[in-house]
Every structure is written in C-alpha cells, then in structure tokens.
C-alpha cells in the first residue's frame, strides 16, 4: 500500500457497544472486538473506525464525552484498546477513533467547573452570553427534537451555547488553550496508536461564535494547526471529517486557497451520497453524473470518502424538496422511517426491498467510484433496523453473529441487552446472521469479500482519476473509468431493469487483453467493446489495462 495508505483503504466503521460482548453483560466491548478482527480480516477491512470509545452518560451515543483521556469502562480498559491496537496491526488492520470536540457532555468535569463561577480557569473554555441571544432558536441540527441552540443555565446564570442538544455544550475554540488541549488529546491517543480521527461537526468545530451572529465565520487555520500537529506527532495519521456545506465551501477544507493540501485528508461526500439516492430511485445514473462533474477538484493527497450508509440518518438536504420526496417515495415511504425532515432511519437491505441484485449494484457502484469506501458494519450480511426504537437507534442494533440466542452477540439475558437484537421476520438473526452466510459460499458476505479482494487488486479507484464515459448509453445505464498509474478499469453498471448492449468500441484502441473482474454474472467475451451485455440491475468490472 502506498504512503498515502488511505487512498486505497476499505473502511470498516462500528460501535463497540453492539458489535460483540465478551464477559455477557449485555454491552459490547474491547476484547469482543478483538475477537472478531479475523472476520474482519478477512472481509478485506484495513480501517477500523470506531465511534466514541470515551466514558459518557451515553445521552447521544458516546457523543456527550466526560473523559477524553480514557476508555467507557464498560468496553474495557486502555490496556485492552492497546491489545486491540497491537491485534489490528498484526492483521494489518489500522484503528481510528472519533475525536468529538465541538463540545463535551454537560456533566464534564470542565463544564461543572465552567458553571460555577464567572472566577473558574474554564468559564471561557465555553461560550456563554449574558443577554438571551437573538439567534436562540437558529441553527439547530436536529429539529423536532432540537429547540434552541442557547440555553439558560441557572447556576452560571448566563446563556450557553450548544449547536447540539443542551447537555452538550460548546467548547469556545476561540480560546488558546482549549486549542492546546484538543492538541494534547490529540497527542494522547496518537501516542498510544491510533492512524487518525474522523473528526465530528468540522464546521462548527472552527466557528467564531458570537451570540446574535447565527451565520459565524470560519476559521480554516485552525484545522491547519490540527493537520500540523497530527503530522508531526505521527507522519501517517490521518483526519477524516465531516462537513456537509456547500460544494464551493468543500476546497477550503482540504488546504488553502494556494492549493496546498494542508489541512484535512479526507471528507465524507455527503453531495455524493444524496445523488447515489436519487439515482437509485429514479434508476437513472444522471445524478451520478452530475455529482462527478459538480465535485470541485481536491489538492493533491486529498481524498473523499464515499458511503451508502452509515451510523446517522441518509442525509438528503443537499437535495431540493421534490428530489427528497422521490427518494422518500423509493425508500421511506412511511412517515416513522423518516427523521429531522431531511432524512431516512433504515438500513440499506430493507430500503432496496432485501432485492439482492440491487443491494450489489449499489454496493458495486459506490466501491467503483472514486474515493475511498465506507461500510457500516452489520451491511455485509443485509441487516435490517428496528424501526420501533428512537431515532438513529434502529440501525444501531447488535450485530448479528449467529442463530443462537441473542444472536451471538452476548450471553447476557436479553432484557440487559444494550439494546434488542432483530429477532422476528427477514432481518431477524435467525435468518441474517454472519455463521449462516460463512458456509453459503453464494452469500452477501461471501460477495462483499469477493468484491472486496477484487477492489484491491484495482488501486486506480483510490489513487487515479474517475471519469464518465460520454457516450450514448442505454437508459438506466452508468459507464465510467478509473485511470491510475497501475492501469484503467471501466465499470458498468445498469440502475434499471431491463437488460442492455453497450457499445464502448471508442475504448479499444487502449485496450490490453480486456477482461471482465468482477461481474453480476457470466458475460460473452468482451471482444472489441461494442457489444457489452449488461442485465437488469447488471454490473461489469472490466479491467482494460494494465500498465
């Protein structure tokens, strides 16, 4: 793998609390993890990113931080995220971790102190506000359940700000020695192992926040300082962030306006996703299309990282209101599989109809578009979601390891579980499980692995550059290519259903014995490219070249 060993990862992201319990007390845990590093291993995974791995009273998942020094003694101890360390290195699997410091939990250590008296060494360490601010009731990330972005605290008796709920209040990184600190927390977990962070909330992490002022600047030299520090500390750590702004907000995240790539590695393309959304329920790639087109151009060593699902609600704001509600009409019909008037509660299976062919087409085409790909855990055998839990929670059940009870994800009795395992209908653990799938060598799982081991054998999706093929196609059909130094590859993949012929004979020329990789099935000869057969839902890997 190259030194920019990111470009060409397969990221793995989990939870350790639903992902395997070790010692049946209904949570999971570090040495669960570890004992399934093999699966992992051999699904192909070199990035494990784990959500919040710190002690908190779990109000939003983890992201309400108490500590951020240790481990959520429920998971274990740091001796044992250092056995997981050295055990993911051994199987050549890097680890990185949430770093969630737009906020801390209320009940930190900081902000009790910060409360307390105007006097505290971290009253400033916060954002507060004598007058009740007139943006009070702007900007909030989760509406319905969401009211106010200022609050009154009556023991400081002053306002607080909280981009997110209100136990989770600000940290004013306006303030020197708050950016020390991250930087130290930072250092710690570098120190201790980690290959990065994937940073939560980036946007509001650099916002200069004044009350009254709901549109705050920005400021970029912040995250200039984080990649500075992070490269010194360790040359190949990385930092993978959100920022889910508008397009021509994106190059500025990645370095400054002189080009350089001095800021973060990598960013979710979340203006992808939604356009992976729409064009699948319109099976119409032209919204794909356009993403490629509309994506601004990265620095060199810039990365995206593509994702059909992951640990939050499908985002589809960057969409317009009737673009939504064709992708809610596909895949969220029903208003409780519906969040935040933006988005969609479910797991990717039940939204395709469990249609196995469509599930790898999907799955097919974001691993073959450029970026570096992203899968939930739990996605690689086609789970379901509890759609009767809260929130973000129905796709946050256990993972389902086998048909016994609790699917194999604890001994604890099933009322201690940390939340209920899918028991009942298709996605229950009797049916979906990973035992099942291992000896079903026709399985989701074995095809994830198998794609999987396909994609790395194809470093151009990561490394090189991907390209629509401009050329009359059949409709539902989607042709682009990936150049790189080792060579190109061309995909093909049908979003309708009925069958198709393409004709890529303009490609010949550059071809170099082409032959399929990776395919939905058998396919005649490629011949010279001008008769490509293609099923309804269909897919081709076709290796053109190889330099």
């Known amino acids: 793998?190259?030194?920019?060993?990111?470009?060409?990862?397969?990221?793995?992201?989990?939870?350790?609390?639903?992902?395997?319990?070790?010692?049946?007390?209904?949570?999971?845990?570090?040495?669960?993890?570890?004992?399934?590093?093999?699966?992992?291993?051999?699904?192909?995974v070199t990035c494990l990113w784990l959500h919040p791995i710190h002690p908190s009273p779990n109000d939003d998942d983890g992201y309400d931080v108490t500590d951020f020094y240790n481990v959520d003694p429920r998971f274990g101890t740091l001796g044992d995220f250092a056995e997981l360390l050295h055990q993911a290195s051994n199987r050549g699997i890097r680890v990185i971790i949430d770093l969630v410091v737009n906020h801390t939990s209320d009940q930190h250590p900081w902000f009790q102190s910060a409360r307390s008296s105007p006097d505290s060494p971290y009253r400033d360490w916060y954002v507060w506000s004598d007058q009740e601010p007139a943006d009070r009731h702007q900007g909030m990330v989760f509406p319905g359940e969401?009211?106010?972005?200022?609050?009154?605290?009556r023991t400081a008796k002053a306002w607080y700000y909280h981009r997110f709920y209100k136990f989770q209040p600000d940290l004013n990184t306006t303030n020197p020695e708050v950016r020390a600190e991250i930087k130290k927390i930072m250092s710690f977990w570098l120190q201790l192992g980690v290959a990065g962070f994937r940073m939560?909330?980036?946007?509001?992490?650099?916002?200069?926040?004044?009350?009254?002022?709901?549109?705050?600047?920005?400021?970029?030299?912040?995250?200039?300082?984080?990649?500075?520090?992070?490269?010194?500390?360790?040359?190949?750590?990385?930092?993978?962030?959100?920022?889910?702004?508008?397009?021509?907000?994106?190059?500025?995240?990645?370095?400054?306006?002189?080009?350089?790539?001095?800021?973060?590695?990598?960013?979710?393309d979340f203006m992808l996703n939604g356009r992976l959304m729409l064009a699948l329920a319109r099976q119409d790639p032209e919204p794909v299309i356009e993403a490629l087109r509309d994506t601004p151009a990265l620095p060199e060593g810039g990365q995206w990282a593509t994702f059909l699902r992951n640990h939050d609600e499908i985002d589809l704001s960057r969409l317009t209101a009737e673009q939504r509600n064709q992708v809610y009409e596909q895949f969220g019909p029903e208003e409780h599989m519906r969040i935040y008037d933006r988005g969609i509660r479910r797991r990717f299976a039940p939204m395709l109809g469990n249609d196995r062919r469509r599930i790898e087409l999907a799955y097919s085409l974001q691993f073959s578009l450029r970026g570096t790909p992203v899968l939930r855990y739990g996605e690689e055998i086609g789970m379901g979601e509890d759609l009767s839990l809260p929130g973000r929670e129905a796709i946050r059940t256990p993972m389902q390891w086998s048909s016994q009870t609790n699917a194999g994800f604890s001994t604890a009795e099933p009322e201690k579980l940390l939340r209920?395992?899918?028991?009942?209908?298709?996605?229950?653990?009797?049916k979906v499980n990973v035992t099942l799938q291992r000896r079903d060598r026709n399985s989701?799982?074995?095809?994830?692995?198998?794609?999987?081991?396909?994609?790395?054998?194809?470093?151009?999706?990561?490394?090189g550059n991907?390209?629509?093929i401009d050329v009359p196609m059949p409709p539902g059909v989607l042709a682009h290519r990936a150049d790189?130094?080792?060579?190109?590859?061309?995909?093909?993949?049908?979003?309708?259903?009925?069958?198709?012929?393409?004709?890529?004979?303009?490609?010949?020329?550059?071809?170099?014995?082409?032959?399929?990789?990776?395919?939905?099935?058998?396919?005649?000869?490629?011949?010279?490219?001008?008769k490509l057969k293609l099923a309804g839902y269909g897919y081709r890997w076709i290796r053109l070249r190889r330099s």
């Open 1 to 44: 793998m190259s030194d920019r060993w990111y470009s060409e990862a397969v990221v793995y992201c989990l939870d350790i609390d639903t992902y395997s319990d070790s010692n049946g007390d209904g949570v999971g845990d570090i040495p669960g993890l570890i004992s399934r590093l093999d699966y992992l291993a051999r699904l192909g």
């Open 444 to 463: 989701l799982l074995a095809w994830f692995e198998r794609m999987i081991r396909t994609l790395r054998e194809a470093p151009e999706t990561g490394v």
């Open 484 to 530: 790189g130094p080792s060579g190109t590859m061309v995909f093909l993949h049908n979003l309708g259903t009925a069958d198709a012929e393409v004709d890529l004979s303009l490609l010949q020329p550059e071809a170099d014995l082409p032959i399929d990789v990776l395919a939905d099935r058998n396919y005649d000869d490629i011949g010279k490219l001008d």
């Open 200 to 268: 939560d909330a980036v946007p509001f992490i650099i916002e200069r926040t004044e009350p009254g002022d709901p549109n705050p600047e920005l400021d970029f030299e912040f995250l200039t300082e984080l990649r500075q520090h992070v490269q010194w500390r360790r040359g190949d750590a990385i930092l993978l962030a959100e920022a889910n702004v508008e397009p021509d907000e994106l190059p500025a995240f990645f370095g400054d306006s002189g080009g350089s790539a001095n800021r973060l590695h990598m960013l979710f």
């Open 466 to 468: 991907t390209t629509h």
């Open 146 to 153: 969401q009211h106010e972005t200022w609050t009154y605290d």
């Open 420 to 430: 209920p395992v899918i028991e009942n209908g298709e996605y229950g653990y009797g």
